[in-house]
């Protein structure tokens, strides 16, 4: 079978009834204005035209609340809650992707985690190929995530007009196809359409950061001391709406529910933020980042040095969903390009034998 196959848009409904007699398909849908992804029944609820969901499809694979497991305090006997659906994500942009991918290393190390990895083997990623930017706060390109994860995706699907081109990504998704007698095997004219639509894509795609994605684990660690991070925390109102909307967050609390004789109990994860005051509170009233500035400042050396440090990959994909929420306007783009300004200010002072003005926190 070939790598690239062809789904006529008129048999496009077809396939997601045929999906969802068959698995929890979850898929863009308007909802109040925005994009969310949520479940769908019809081909009616999705809108592949869509520019940005509110949350990312990680909501799909790592539930906002989560039951991990039950116990007894008689003999003190546990025991584990991994729940798995069957699942379908339709319609995940190329950074998402790239999000998905980074959540596959970070839960893959040392301890698997297995209830994401048991509900990410169970879903099948259906990627949608993004033919123009999100909007002003997107940065994918500058994130190198503008082209699709080809070890994430299982189907990666780009719009022709009146069909689909559909890349096969993995053996899942190669039965899916043999599976669905709808799609047939691109011809040499679809691939050179194909081609055409994705050479034309990129003027969409203005490239935001002044400085290449390879600079930025540097330029985070030169600039651990600066004083922007006192203006961003001057401005912040700490109240985590960033981390919630992000594609690579993943910080969570624990939750235990005890019966009144305390005989039962369930502990639950849920999604929750390092932004918010009382997330770094610890024994004895201690907080180790209790100033807002240090955690902006923790925000941005985890996305563009830490987790390049431990899977070699940047935490951030450039999706813009921060931005968009944040209530005082503290994006990833001025902020990057902010410090990069005042690196390469600091560095221009150095070579005229003047001294650096740049302040530390």
Request: hydrophobic share 35%; aromatic share 10%; glycine share 6%.
């Amino acid at each position: 079978m070939s790598s690239f196959n062809i789904l006529p848009r008129a048999k496009f409904g077809d396939w997601v009834a045929w999906l969802t007699q068959r698995y929890r398909v979850f898929g863009p849908k308007p909802t109040d204005g925005q994009y969310t992804f949520g479940v769908i029944k019809s081909v009616d609820e999705i809108d592949f035209n869509y520019t940005q969901t509110l949350l990312s499809p990680k909501k799909c694979i790592i539930p906002q609340r989560e039951l991990l497991y039950t116990y007894e305090t008689s003999g003190m006997r546990v025991q584990a809650v991994v729940e798995s659906v069957p699942t379908v994500i339709l319609g995940v942009h190329t950074c998402d992707q790239h999000a998905i991918r980074l959540f596959d290393r970070i839960f893959s190390h040392g301890f698997t985690e297995q209830h994401y990895r048991t509900q990410r083997e169970n879903t099948i990623i259906v990627g949608l190929e993004c033919l123009r930017t999100c909007g002003e706060q997107s940065f994918c390109r500058s994130m190198g995530t503008t082209s699709p994860a080809t070890d994430v995706f299982d189907l990666h699907m780009i719009d022709l007009g009146d069909e689909y081109c559909v890349e096969i990504g993995s053996a899942r998704g190669r039965q899916l196809v043999a599976e669905f007698r709808g799609m047939f095997v691109a011809s040499d004219t679809d691939l050179d359409h194909r081609n055409e639509v994705l050479r034309d894509k990129w003027d969409s795609f203005p490239y935001r950061l002044d400085c290449d994605v390879t600079d930025l684990p540097e330029l985070v660690e030169g600039a651990s001391e600066s004083s922007h991070w006192q203006d961003l925390g001057n401005s912040c109102l700490a109240c985590g709406m960033c981390t919630q909307v992000c594609p690579t967050c993943y910080c969570f609390n624990i939750e235990d529910h005890v019966d009144l004789r305390l005989h039962h109990g369930s502990r639950y994860r849920s999604w929750d933020s390092c932004q918010i005051n009382e997330f770094a509170m610890v024994a004895g009233g201690h907080n180790f980042r209790q100033k807002r500035a240090a955690r902006q400042r923790h925000r941005f050396m985890r996305k563009a040095k830490y987790q390049y440090d431990a899977n070699d990959m940047v935490g951030c994909v450039g999706c813009g969903r921060c931005a968009t929420a944040c209530l005082v306007h503290i994006t990833p783009i001025k902020t990057f390009n902010e410090l990069w300004r005042r690196k390469q200010t600091a560095e221009g002072r150095e070579a005229e034998g003047k001294p650096s003005h740049e302040d530390v926190a």
